[in-house]
């Protein structure tokens, strides 16, 4: 039975109850449909599901899909690993994923002993399929995706240990960063912070890594720990607008009002109209609030209307300002104002704040892209010398 509202009491009453529509609006505009996981059903390689797979059939199907990997099949490869670890993990027999792991093994190490810098194309390209694993349907398959992801770590740290360098440093952090943002889209909070406390212990100035632990913190409550994350993050990028905007939002929380202040009016001051600036519009109208300071907030909300004008939450705000000292009339046609933008048109600022945005990681994936691309080549050349049965290191 859908809630029903009375709308009784005085212009507050009323003017919560408009505020609890708009949300519900607001919701229902910005809700996000489930992402489709790409090709993941092609069944390529001729697997039947059932049939047991020999330990030499995966090693003989792994070799393929590196192959049609380093040939620069980036989006057939990882549809094919994904297709023979289902065929072969079942999660009714836990035994099936240490014969796959034994397989897989193998062969990197194989490949491998020809050239280490193999490893980073290897582990992208399970760090590919586990993503597209967690976007399709996850029922019957939770150790074939743990597997592919603790295949993408591990190789990631192992390339780090052997290499030694600090470029393999970046490297293997950049791959945990980017499983830390998965694990953290899929609300995995406790294995997203494992994955993001190691890789900022690889590179202290990820600044993507940062920025995402800061957020399970943030979503925990726990605001000391948010804040002591985001000064890490900020002594690595002092100017990180978002790094900023998320300390300011801690701070108010805190309940430390006047440093809150200081970099939300440095924020509101620059000229750029994107989400971060009009969230802290917000927030500085929050902190004058909590202050008592009506008028300022009043003027900071009518500065940020001009500003973004299609923001329903400025109205929202500025109307319950209005409606604390009494100018009900007006406060109410904020809110009819509010009620009429259509939900599609709604401003998501506070929703984007919210979620675990793709663009937090484009940075590390754009890394591990360019770094993987770099090195098919040589995944080519040590597959074609392991096949003839050179196994000379080096070359």
Known sequence: MRARIELRGGPSAWLAAAIWLWAGQAAWGQVQPPAVAQGSGGGSLGLKAGVEVSSEKIQELYRRILTDWSSGQVDRAPDELIEL??????????????????????????????????????????????????????????????HTRKMARDLAVLYRQQAGTEGASLVASRVLTSLGGLLLRSAQYPSAMDMLEEAIALDGRNVSAYLALSTIYEKNGQYKSTEEVLRQLLAADPAHAEGRLRRAVTLRRLEKPDEAQKILEELVAGPEASWMNALAFQELALVHGSQGKTSAAEKVLRTAIERFPQDARLYIQLAAVLDR??????????????????????????????????????????????????????????????????TGVGR
């Open 85 to 146: 670890e289902t065929a072969v993990v079942s999660d009714n027999e836990p035994k099936t994923r240490k014969r796959l792991f034994e397989a897989e093994q193998a062969v990197i190490h194989q490949v491998g002993a020809n050239d280490l810098e193999v490893l980073v194309p290897i582990a992208v390209l399970h760090h590919e399929a586990y993503r597209r694993l967690i976007e399709g349907p996850v029922l019957g398959r939770a150790l074939v995706i743990n």
């Open 325 to 390: 000292r009494g100018a009900a009339a007006e406060a109410g046609a904020l809110v009819e104002q509010a009620l009429a933008f259509p939900a599609e048109g709604v401003s998501s600022a506070r929703w984007l704040y919210n979620s675990a945005r793709l663009d937090m990681f484009d940075e590390a994936r754009s890394f591990l892209a360019e770094n993987s691309r770099s090195r098919l080549p040589m995944l080519a050349q040590a597959l074609g010398a392991a096949a003839s049965g050179d």
